[in-house]
């Protein structure tokens, strides 16, 4: 008796076909998901500790960027055919719709964090080399662990050429809105 092997496939997801599972609630409610590079990700729930740091950063953003830029705090963005993430936090440039009509795309992003505790080497690795190739100007990690921010610029292929670690006590200008500089202190 021959045994008959096949070779398993994997299907990857479009953002058309997300968008259609999505609006027919095949996901439970309140699921954490994200499509990358055509998978779809359950993303790990939420402590304290990063919601905290989020909130400390959208109320620092929010204050010092009201007229220049939209803040925007978990949602999606579009990034080509298969991947739409949802960073933790991003600004974006003015929008007089408020990105209603669509979500935003790379070249919408002036800044970009993702704040980490368990998802670290996955935000430094995937979400990086994600971000990067689609030309996000700045990330940022916010890396809990290693009490830290890692500032990634210079989008380049799938890397970045320039990363900067800054700790308590350090500074940083923004590189889309050099009149912006922020104290790491309040933030971390």
């Known amino acids: ?13 479009d953002i058309k076909e997300w968008q259609k599972l999505g609006e027919a609630n095949i996901f439970p409610p309140g699921s954490r998901l994200e499509l990358i590079d055509g998978e779809i990700l359950e993303m790990a729930p939420i402590g304290s500790n990063h919601s905290g740091h989020l909130n400390r950063i959208n109320k620092l953003f929010t204050i010092l960027t009201a007229n220049c830029a939209n803040t925007s705090v978990q949602n999606p963005l579009r990034l080509g055919d298969l991947s739409e993430p949802e960073p933790d936090f991003m600004l974006l440039k003015p929008n007089n719709d408020f990105y209603c009509s669509c979500h935003p795309n790379a070249d919408d992003v ?7 505790d368990s998802s670290l080497s996955f935000d430094q690795n995937q979400k990086l080399r994600l971000y990067a190739s689609h030309s996000v100007p700045e990330y940022w990690l916010m890396n809990l662990n290693d009490s830290c921010v890692e500032v990634y610029r210079q989008p380049h292929g799938d890397c970045y050429g320039e990363k900067t670690t800054l700790r308590v006590g350090d500074t940083i200008t923004l590189s889309q809105l050099n009149q912006i500089t922020i104290n790491i202190t309040d933030i971390l």
């Open 110 to 116: 002036l800044l970009l964090i993702e704040v980490a």
């Open 1 to 13: 008796m021959t045994i008959a092997t096949t070779n398993v496939r994997k299907h990857l997801t």
